[in-house]
């Protein structure tokens, strides 16, 4: 693929949409990315909001080529927003883990920190 854009979810996930072995071609930069508009109409601090929903995305295994950088979170409507990543790898991010969790920069989880890179706050699973 070139990129991945994630757009507004039409109903509250149950569950995370998983993306697997996903090979990107150095295209475009960032690899990943979604809206980043605010919420309008709803409560963005609810993970059950039907207004401004969250996105909840589980990313296994994903292959960059060098210089490419992997993901621009940004803003979301939803505070709860989460993009769960597993078996990563990259030549340009050597010192990150294999398996976190992305989220809202004003969505300090506990044991992350901001990674400016990616505009969002980074926690080590």
């Known amino acids: 693929m ?19 072995d996903v090979t990107f071609t150095g295209e475009r930069s ?3 990315t979604q809206v980043h508009d605010a919420c309008s ?4 601090t609810d993970p059950q909001d039907g207004e401004c929903i ?4 589980l990313i296994e295994n994903p292959v960059f080529p060098a210089g490419v950088v992997p993901f621009d979170f940004g803003w979301h409507q939803n505070l709860n927003t989460v993009w769960e990543v597993r078996g990563f790898s990259h030549l340009d ?11 809202r920069a004003d969505n300090m989880v506990a044991g992350g920190s901001y990674h400016a890179d990616f505009d969002a706050w980074l926690v080590p699973q």
């Not at 109409?41 to 963005?44: F, K, L, R, V």
């Not at 969250?54 to 995305?57: C, G, T």
């Open 41 to 44: 109409g709803g409560d963005e």
């Open 2 to 20: 070139d990129n991945v854009g994630v757009v507004d979810y039409t109903f509250v996930p149950e569950s995370a949409l998983v993306l697997r």
């Open 54 to 57: 969250f996105a909840w995305l």
């Open 93 to 103: 991010y050597p010192d990150l883990p294999a398996n976190f969790d992305l989220y």
């Open 30 to 32: 960032p690899a990943f």
